[in-house]
Structures are given as C-alpha cells and as structure tokens.
C-alpha cells in the first residue's frame, strides 16, 4: 500500500474528525497531497490540497472548516474537519501526485467518514 489513511469515523453534527495519510519512501518527489472524498451516486470531488511549495487549495463546501496540512519531510497529509455536517458523510481518499506534465497520481484506499446525529 503506497498510501496509509487513518482516522474518519463517526461524528455528530458540529463535531470534529482529523484524518491522516502517509505515503510510502517508494512514492518520491511528491508535488501535491491532499483528500478528495466520493458519496454513493456521485463523482469524486476535490476536498482539499496542499502543494509543495505551500499552497492550499479547498472546495468551497469545506472552506474555514477544514484544514489541509503537510509534512514534506515524512510526506504526511492531514486534515482536520471541523464544524462537521451530515453533507460532509463520504469517503475519503489520501491523494498524492508527482509532477505536473506528465502527472503521476496515487490513491489510497479511503475511510469512512460518517457525520449522524
């Protein structure tokens, strides 16, 4: 497995969740981490980034809620979720990209993120 997800469960609305991705030593020279997430009947969207020279980039959904942070030098990916509602219930995907022409992506296996009251 190149990229470990952990974290996500089950939260109540309002509450929080943090969720954390390590990618591989094999997977080097990664440009960009982040989290895209997938619901029952829709397309994978884009849920947050971070790009190697700092930038962030958030879906409008989640903007001030979440925070994307990374650890170049462990190619750690976090997310902490707050102010969590049942919209955000999805699973979650660590993403990993080398590289911009070509693009080189890389997907973990996703977790459950289950937001009930």
């Known amino acids: 497995v190149q990229l470990q997800a952990s974290g996500g469960g089950l939260a109540q609305p309002g509450g929080s969740l943090s969720l954390s991705c390590v990618a591989s030593?094999?997977?080097?020279?990664?440009?960009?981490m982040g989290w895209y997430r997938r619901t029952p009947g829709k397309e994978r969207e884009m849920v947050a980034l971070h790009t190697k020279g700092g930038g962030e980039s958030y879906a409008e959904s989640v903007k001030g809620r979440f925070t994307v942070a990374r650890d170049d030098g462990k190619n750690i990916v976090t997310l902490q979720m707050d102010d969590l509602t049942p919209e955000d219930t999805a699973r979650y995907y660590c993403?990993?990209?080398?590289?911009?022409?070509?693009?080189?992506?890389?997907w973990g296996r996703g977790t459950q993120v289950t937001v009930s009251s």
């Open positions: 993403y990993a990209q080398r590289g911009y022409s070509p693009i080189y992506k890389y």
């Open positions: 030593s094999k997977i080097f020279g990664i440009d960009v």
